[in-house]
């Protein structure tokens, strides 16, 4: 089945333009920050469907609402998820933007209510995350509990000392510093943790699959 719609989507933290490509064929750029929407607006050839997964929070002024109601103003499809773009559709599916996966039900239904839950820190050459997401580490850590890793108690007392730390240096190694789980069940919790995928990726790739059903209707 052909696709003759030109699609631009915005990733490379919560999944690498390599790994994207492998699901659906698009234009792949970094992750959106204030300005970059409005200048697709003015391209020559404008897009059919715009996917927005990872954004710029702090580094450069995030993506505005008003450039989004812009492009869905204009007619073009804007699909959400995984991160920026889950907390974007949350606030404008409303208004026509269609949010994708887990991260954005739980904005929407207002389990999650701050952008410090997805915002991680970049490397501004590569785009890769160098601090991790509180709400991956949620996911797993209520995985753990599932799986009977940790109990909630020993969960919760995580989930708060990753709170804390600002998020540029939240990782697991600055976490784990600070907890006071036993050496055997950390151990089980670091191997359950390498070995399942953070909920970002997930519903990264859960918008591409929706705008890859959508584009070769």
Not at 73 to 98: C, K, P, Q
Not at 144 to 160: L, Q, V
Request: net charge negative.
């Amino acid at each position: 089945m052909e696709n003759n719609k030109r699609i631009i989507v915005f990733t490379g933290l919560s999944l690498s333009f390599d790994d994207a490509s492998q699901i659906l064929d698009a234009d792949y750029r970094p992750p959106v920050k204030r300005g970059d929407i409005f200048k697709i607006l003015k391209e020559e050839e404008k897009p059919d469907i715009i996917g927005i997964i990872d954004g710029q929070f702090h580094s450069a002024p995030a993506v505005a609402h008003k450039e989004i109601m812009e492009a869905l103003n204009e007619g073009i499809t804007v699909v959400g998820g995984s991160s920026m773009g889950a907390l974007r559709a949350s606030e404008l599916d409303s208004l026509g933007m269609i949010g994708v996966g887990f991260v954005y039900n739980e904005y929407k239904n207002g389990n999650i209510k701050s952008d410090d839950d997805v915002a991680v820190i970049l490397d501004p050459k590569t785009y890769r995350p160098l601090s991790e997401a509180l709400v991956n580490i949620d996911y797993k850590l209520k995985g753990a509990i599932s799986s009977g890793i940790i109990t909630e108690e020993e969960g919760e007392k995580i989930h708060e000392i990753a709170k804390e730390i600002y998020y540029p240096h939240r990782n697991y190694p600055n976490i784990f510093k600070k907890s006071d789980l036993p050496e055997d069940k950390m151990n089980k919790l670091i191997r359950y943790i390498n070995s399942h995928e953070d909920i970002k990726t997930q519903d990264a790739k859960e918008v591409l699959k929706y705008i890859k059903k959508i584009a070769y209707k």
